[in-house]
């Protein structure tokens, strides 16, 4: 089958988008709401964008009416935000937030998520979240009805039992975030496992430099 993207309706593109590119991976946002309590939204366009700078991006659509959602315009007025991860026992949680309520809930106090402060920025993260990254907004590119919001991550609260003894690597058994598939579907990273490169191509490599001891 074949679908010309430039003719597909919106609903259509959308569909078939979030059906083929996943999982992908929740970020539940923190943002201080005008009245001063906290706000919380799942963002399931979200990724990693650099690490040098230390960047996310998440994508924000309107609403139906065409109104923009709280989350943007909390990180438009404030230039903060924090982006928690989702494991399964915060999953149900996630949804609640997920909730369009009026801007004067505090949907971490009615999906009942205990409020910790950020140390950098004026926003609550989720105390129990494995990992918990403040950030502060590097730029936003608005698109008509859309925004993309490119954060630079200034501080990270990791849950001590997500690392392994040293304190570098997630430990996989503890660490499970849950993704999004489509519509109402999701999975869960319990059934992990590695996939490395033949060592024996390494030469063949363009640009690399070699990996610091330790490294892996």
């Known amino acids: 089958m074949q679908f010309d993207f430039t003719a ?26 005008p009245g001063g309590h906290d706000n919380a939204a799942p963002m399931s366009f ?5 690490h040098e700078p230390p960047l996310v991006i998440i994508g924000f659509s309107a609403r139906p009416d065409g109104s923009e959602k709280d989350t943007i315009g909390n990180i438009r007025r404030t230039g903060e935000f924090c982006v928690n991860m989702v494991d399964m026992t915060l999953s149900e949680q996630m949804i609640l937030c997920g909730v369009n309520f009026a801007a004067d809930v505090d949907e971490l106090d009615f999906a009942g998520l205990p409020a910790a402060p ?33 954060g630079e991550v200034v501080e990270m609260h990791v849950r001590d039992d997500c690392l392994d003894p040293a304190g570098r690597y997630v430990d996989p058994s503890v660490y499970q975030p849950i993704a999004r598939l489509h519509a109402d579907n999701y999975i869960a990273s319990d059934r992990q496992f590695e996939l490395k490169k033949p060592a024996h191509l390494a030469p063949r490599e363009v640009g690399n430099t070699p990996e610091p001891a330790g490294s892996r």
């Open 8 to 33: 597909l309706p919106p609903a259509d593109r959308y569909r078939l988008l979030t059906n083929f590119i996943g999982p992908r991976p929740i970020a539940l946002v923190t943002t201080r709401a």
């Open 46 to 50: 979200f990724n990693v964008f650099a």
């Open 118 to 150: 950020c140390r950098q920025i004026d926003a609550a993260r989720v105390a129990t979240t494995p990992c918990a990254m403040e950030c502060r907004v590097e730029r936003i590119i608005d698109y008509p009805g859309r925004a993309i919001v490119m």
